[in-house]
């Protein structure tokens, strides 16, 4: 799937530049939810809270 690289999009969704992904840490007190929404490709939103 993923490269272990993510960089910033634009409007059209082209990557212009690539910054390599660093290791996985836990967010403390970020709520992370996976929204399902068929009209969508891929078809969910990915919405996260602010730490509290």
């Known amino acids: 799937m993923g490269s272990g690289?993510?960089?910033p999009g634009t409007?059209?969704?082209e990557?212009?530049?690539r910054v390599q992904a660093g290791p996985v840490r836990d967010a403390h007190g970020v709520s992370t939810r996976l929204k399902y929404?068929?009209?969508l490709n891929p078809p969910f939103i990915v919405a996260t809270s602010m730490p509290e």
């Open 15 to 17: 990557q212009d530049e």
């Open 37 to 39: 929404d068929a009209s």
């Open 5 to 7: 690289t993510v960089g």
């Open 11 to 13: 409007a059209g969704g």
